[in-house]
């Protein structure tokens, strides 16, 4: 059975750092891509950032970009985003996706 932890979500201020994590398990991780993707309050979800199985290619959205970083340890099946210089409109619930699945999510909210 696929499964997918988050976790790592907590109220920060605008301006700080969060690492999330996802441990995977029932699927054979370091041959999947891997992504995160966010929903805000009332929104659509929202493609965050894509890494290969071997980590050797990323990608992030605009919105992210140069602020988040997403990496892997497939020895430890997890899956991390590095989230610095946050902002307010970067309070979603997070998830780690991979084709066909998805996690139960984690809150990250930016508030003063």
């Known amino acids: 059975e696929v499964q997918l932890v988050e976790s790592g979500g907590v109220l920060v201020q605008p301006g700080g750092s969060l690492r999330l994590s996802c441990a995977a398990s029932?699927?054979?991780?370091?041959?999947?891509?891997m992504y995160w993707v966010r929903q805000g309050p009332g929104q659509e979800f929202e493609w965050v950032s894509s890494i290969s199985g071997d980590g050797g290619t990323t990608a992030y959205a605009d919105s992210v970009k140069g602020r988040f970083t997403i990496s892997r340890d497939n020895a430890k099946n997890t899956l991390y985003l590095q989230m610095n210089s946050l902002k307010t409109e970067d309070t979603a619930m997070y998830y780690c996706?991979?084709?066909?699945?998805r996690g139960q999510g984690t809150q990250v909210t930016v508030s003063s």
């Open positions: 996706q991979k084709n066909g699945a």
């Open positions: 029932g699927f054979k991780f370091n041959s999947e891509w």
